[in-house]
């Protein structure tokens, strides 16, 4: 289905860009399967994997799902899509009962389709609208249900994951910049400098 694709849309220079995309996108994925490159880190961890693409760099796969894949790990995205099944099940649930949430349902859903193909959730202009309508589907269904969870417990966790990720994302960017701008300045080959920045 890929080659159909990118046969189909070849002729557009975009589309195709954006096709090619992926099969890199989820080898970049497939390299760090357990936690992902990490939130906002694609633009500079996929340059390696973006080679046939010289002088570019790109800052989304253009497709949520590889975003999530590639930034956050297979464990993470299995754990968000099935919260999002979840309550998008509550939504659709509630939708029958007002032609506006339904109406509101529908433009959801077909944004969540369209960045299937485009990222555009990523910019505040189109994010921040999108969640403030999903609140007011949400509202105007009004169903209740509710999680209780003791507070101390959910500090100590969110502690915990902030602590280890901290560790994990050490030494600095400003660290390892510095430490790759010695490695350029002392190489003797450029095959140095390729050690260093893979390291």
């Known amino acids: ?3 159909t694709l990118t046969e189909r849309f070849g002729d557009a220079v975009s589309a195709f860009t954006k096709l090619t995309l992926w099969p890199r996108a989820l080898e970049a994925a497939m390299d760090y ?86 990222f555009n959730l990523e910019f505040l202009g189109v994010g921040a609208a999108w969640f403030s309508v999903v609140g007011v589907a949400a509202a105007s269904m009004a169903i209740p249900w509710e999680i209780k969870v003791p507070r101390a417990k959910v500090l100590g ?11 994990m994302a050490w030494p600095p960017l400003t660290a390892v910049d510095s430490t790759l701008r010695e490695a350029k300045i002392q190489a003797a080959r450029p095959a140095d400098v390729r050690t260093a920045a893979l390291r």
């Open 1 to 3: 289905w890929y080659e």
């Open 33 to 118: 399967p357990r936690t992902g490159m990490g939130r906002g880190a694609f633009e500079v961890g996929f340059t390696r994997f973006a080679g046939h693409h010289a002088g570019r760099t790109f800052t989304h796969p253009e497709n949520w799902l590889l975003q999530w894949l590639v930034e956050y790990g297979v464990p993470l995205t299995a754990l968000l899509l099935a919260g999002a099944g979840f309550l998008g099940y509550r939504l659709a649930k509630g939708l029958k009962h007002s032609a506006f949430a339904l109406s509101v349902g529908i433009a959801v859903l077909a944004v969540v389709v369209h960045n299937l193909a485009d």
């Open 157 to 167: 966790v969110a502690s915990t994951l902030a602590l280890v990720g901290c560790v």
